[in-house]
């Protein structure tokens, strides 16, 4: 834990306020789960934004979360659980622990941007981030992390989560040395089919290469030129392996990321599939 050189604890009321404290010495806390695990040199003042009105989900044609909302908050939402065969809900569950995820939320765990098994759902998902510095836009949330707007110094006000009709379905997957750490790999797919069983949209993130997931576009676009059979869904999965950014880390080598990448990936395309197919007449 370390809050050494911590001396104001803030709890503004509204988001004008909160951003006004921010700057040099003044950092944002959520769920503060990552906050207290790591120094921030210089840093006196914690503004904890627990007091704002953004602790909720609304389900309109999809789900609009607001960033103090928790990762529980988000796995006991009926909706957002069972959204696309319930991806998010069985990705959540493997997020930490039950503890972790009362006071884990979902604006911190983005902006925080370091492994994460959140992000490559949200990225295979499509989803968006709102931001407020000021003024409030909302981009995808690809764009947010090209764009390296997560090292702020805006805040995060809402995550979105667009709608999904019965033609699409997403499947995620998340290998690790033992069942409460960090995965090794990640990886989330969200396809589409059209009226003749072809792909007419498809996503493929992976994550912890080490690196944040990120959305792997060649293997994705590959997938929407021709039948979605065993054999080019295995290239699509080949595809992947070889474009992620696999680094070798503590926790595995470069080299058993690609093959954890070509083997999930298939996997979660395969298991995508296998949903769609169950919904056909
Ligand atoms: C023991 C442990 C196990 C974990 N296991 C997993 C796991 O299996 N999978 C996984 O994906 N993650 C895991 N995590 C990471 C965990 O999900 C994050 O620590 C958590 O989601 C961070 O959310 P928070 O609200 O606590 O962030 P905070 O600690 O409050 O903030 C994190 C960062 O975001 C900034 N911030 C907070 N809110 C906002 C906002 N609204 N807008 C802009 N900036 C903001 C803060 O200033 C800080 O820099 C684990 C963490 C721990 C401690």
Excluded: W
Aim: net charge neutral; charged share 20%; aromatic share 4%.
């Amino acid at each position: 834990m370390s809050l050494t050189g911590i001396t104001a604890y803030l709890r503004p009321g509204t988001l004008e306020e909160a951003l006004a404290l921010l700057g040099e010495h003044a950092i944002a806390v959520g769920g503060g789960t990552d906050v207290i695990r790591h120094p921030h040199i210089g840093v006196t003042t914690l503004v904890d934004l627990g007091a704002l009105p953004l602790r909720y989900i609304r389900q309109d044609r999809g789900f609009a979360v607001g960033a103090t909302a928790t990762l529980t908050d988000m796995l006991q939402h009926p909706g957002l659980a069972a959204h696309l065969d319930g991806v998010l809900a069985q990705m959540l569950r493997g997020v930490g622990s039950p503890l972790l995820r009362n006071a884990a939320t979902i604006g911190g765990h983005l902006a925080r941007g370091r492994y994460s098994d959140i992000v490559p759902v949200l990225l295979a998902l499509d989803a968006t981030v709102t931001l407020f510095d000021g003024t409030e836009r909302t981009l995808p949330l690809a764009d947010y992390y090209r764009e390296g707007l997560h090292r702020g110094p805006a805040l995060i006000t809402e995550v979105g989560v667009p709608p999904a009709g019965a033609d699409t379905a997403a499947a995620f997957l998340k290998y690790t040395r033992v069942a409460y750490d960090f995965a090794l790999l990640n990886c989330a797919v969200r396809l589409r089919l059209g009226g003749d069983g072809r792909a007419i949209e498809c996503r493929i993130a992976v994550g912890e290469t080490p690196a944040l997931g990120s959305l792997v576009a060649p293997a994705a676009d590959y997938l929407l030129d021709g039948p979605l059979d065993d054999e080019r869904v295995a290239t699509a999965a080949a595809i992947a392996a070889h474009e992620i950014a696999a680094q070798d880390d503590q926790r595995a080598s470069a080299e058993y990321r690609r093959h954890l990448c070509r083997v999930g990936v298939r996997r979660c395309l395969d298991e995508a599939r296998r949903r769609l197919a169950e919904r056909r007449p």
